[in-house]
């Protein structure tokens, strides 16, 4: 099975599948579709960029699309039957989108409560019957306090990027949320990684689930080609400045370890008569958002950023990565690399090398990461 016409799913979501021009299957999407179409539970470890959205979002719009054509149309207020944790609003921005490429053609309901927002916001955005709801633990967990939210129909219960969930502490919301819906939901969990609390909300929640891992999980994608970059004495900006008077097809990501360099860097690239923007925590929510957007709509060809902008952003614009610092553990890196190269498109990685990363790089290099 390595195409979606393959799969038996309704017209109307093939229909779409036809018009924004998906036909191949991922490897990951190939194994997890099915099981998650078969009502199974489902563990999937895949290499970011590999397609995992479209893994559980397909599936679930197949089911609720059903549900209603039987008959068995959603009509309560604020009582979704597909919910979808997500780590952060940028993320629950992205896969809410996803969703909303079908809802033209399945009339099907997507609503999201995500940090950032106000309370207010949130209790607004659940008015009114709908199907999926795209949310960040922290807020969903409010909303079940003060019973602004009904779990009792859930039939689907998706964690999205769990490792960057759980990594953030996540992990005693994550589990208060399974327990509040119907024991007979089904399951399904996304990851890049498998962290020790990954592994523990796996032995915790999924003991009966079924485990995916693609080939490729925890390696880098084949359509990411690396180049090293030796810095000596700490001279990375003649480089930089180099590399990017070398334009790429698509926009450069540039990662820093610090917000502090974030910030030296970003001033340094402006010096040179560059446009660019900097995405990173401690600064205004709707000036980052408003640089990620600028980013993503090529209005800007060069983003710097800490490692908040390495996990779960989907940015079909990334043709180039460059690490202007190397990250400290090997994990980061797989991240970092993996937001070019993505749904099967071509990407470059280029990593500024000083000596004291060289054990990273002997370690990422043991693991043919390099």
């Not at 998706?158 to 005693?172: H, I, K, S, T």
């Not at 800007?300 to 990334?318: K, M, N, P, Q, W």
């Amino acid at each position: 099975m390595n195409k979606f016409t393959d799969l038996d799913l309704l017209p109307t979501l093939q229909a779409t599948l036809v018009e924004k021009s998906m036909t191949k299957l991922t490897e990951i999407q190939s194994r997890a579709l099915p099981a998650l179409m078969a009502g199974k539970s489902v563990v999937g470890v895949a290499e970011t960029g590999s397609g995992k959205t479209l893994s559980y979002a397909l599936p679930v719009l197949n089911l609720l699309k059903k549900l209603e054509l039987a008959g068995q149309a959603v009509t309560k207020e604020s009582q979704p039957r597909d919910i979808v944790i997500v780590p952060s609003r940028q993320l629950g921005e992205q896969v809410s989108r996803v969703f909303k490429l079908f809802t033209p053609s399945t009339r099907l309901r997507v609503r999201s409560v995500l940090g950032g927002t106000t309370l207010e916001v949130a209790k607004n955005n659940i008015k009114g019957a709908f199907e999926v709801l795209v949310a960040t633990p922290g807020r969903l967990v409010k909303l079940l306090d003060r019973s602004l939210v009904n779990f009792s129909d859930v039939r689907v219960l998706v964690f999205d990027e769990a490792d960057q969930m759980l990594d953030q502490g996540f992990l005693p919301d994550a589990t208060r949320i399974v327990k509040d819906c119907p024991p007979e939901r089904q399951l399904a969990m996304f990851s890049a990684t498998v962290s020790p609390a990954v592994q523990t909300l796996i032995n915790e929640l999924f003991s009966e689930a079924e485990v995916i891992r693609s080939q490729g999980h925890h390696r880098v994608v084949p359509g990411l080609t690396t180049r090293n970059q030796i810095v000596v004495d700490g001279k990375r900006l003649p480089i930089l400045e180099d590399l990017l008077s070398d334009p790429v097809k698509g926009g450069t990501l540039i990662f820093t370890n610090t917000r502090e360099q974030c910030d030296k860097v970003a001033e340094l690239i402006k010096q040179t008569g560059r446009k660019c923007a900097i995405y990173r925590g401690e600064m205004d929510k709707i000036e980052r958002r408003s640089n990620l957007k600028d980013f993503r709509d090529g209005k800007i060809s060069l983003l710097i950023s800490t490692d908040l902008a390495s996990r779960g952003l989907d940015l079909e614009c990334v043709g180039r990565v460059i690490n202007y610092h190397m990250p400290h553990q090997m994990e980061n890196y797989i991240h970092r690399v993996g937001r070019t190269a993505r749904a099967g498109r071509k990407g470059l990685a280029i990593n500024f090398v000083t000596e004291r990363d060289q054990n990273l790089v002997d370690r990422l290099k043991g693991k043919h990461l390099l």
